[in-house]
T-cell receptor
């Protein structure tokens, strides 16, 4: 069956360290994978998209990798700050292209301690 | 200006009632969605509309009926509410590959 999984346990790290979140999927061949941030009581906010032919993508302190052989994406936040504390969701298109039919992981909650 | 807005933000109602949630977007996007996020935080797509036409309809009970009066609005009407309908409902729009979510409506069925 098709699955997309994130580490459901909260990730606690010290300010200034690099946070690494994992997203694994099975039985999909997504054209791209996305990462969203969700704060309590709010809707998800788009952060980054990485396509199947891209190994890595960066945006400021954020970095995403995409390994289609391992069927895994890693999401890194460097020089983490308490303001980065939130739940991070990965999502991929269930179709083979941009069908808009996103399937989301359950999210990993990141807590950055000062 | 809020890009995607939903009303109400909170909705508390009794089992068996009928309720509606409204969504409006000012981004000019053609595609709009309804998602349900349950207590375990799983976010699942329910419906998708493109230019007022239904294009995605997941396995959702018939009690849920989306309505799109125009491109900027997608409302969700729920009949005969059940306890299991309690969740946060998000409206979203998309442009290219990115989705933009509303603030959510927390529905509690007593």
């Amino acid at each position: 069956s098709q699955k997309i999984e994130q580490n459901s346990e909260a990730l606690n790290i010290q300010e200034g360290k690099t946070a690494t979140l994992t997203c694994n999927y099975t039985n999909y061949s997504p054209a791209y994978l996305q990462w969203y941030r969700q704060d309590p009581g709010r809707g998800p906010v788009f952060l980054l998209l990485i396509r199947e032919n891209e190994k890595e993508k960066r945006k400021e302190r954020l970095k995403v990798t995409f390994d289609t052989t391992l069927k895994q994406s890693l999401f890194h936040i460097t020089a983490s700050q308490p303001a980065d504390s939130a739940t991070y969701l990965c999502a991929l298109d269930r179709g083979s292209g941009n069908t808009g039919k996103l399937i989301f992981g359950q999210g990993t909650t990141l807590q950055v301690k000062p | 200006d809020t890009a995607v807005s939903q009303t109400p933000k909170y909705l508390v109602t009794q089992m068996g009632n009928d309720k509606s949630i409204k969504c409006e977007q000012n981004l000019g996007h053609d595609t709009m969605y309804w998602y349900k996020q349950d207590s375990k935080k799983f976010l699942k797509i329910m419906f998708s509309y493109n230019n007022k036409e239904l294009i995605i309809n997941e396995t959702v009970p018939n009690r849920f009926s989306p309505k799109s009066p125009d491109k900027a609005h997608l409302n969700l009407h729920i009949n005969s509410l059940e306890l299991g309908d309690s969740a946060v409902y998000f409206c979203a729009t998309s442009a290219a590959d990115t989705q933009y979510f509303g603030p959510g409506t927390r529905l509690t069925v007593l």
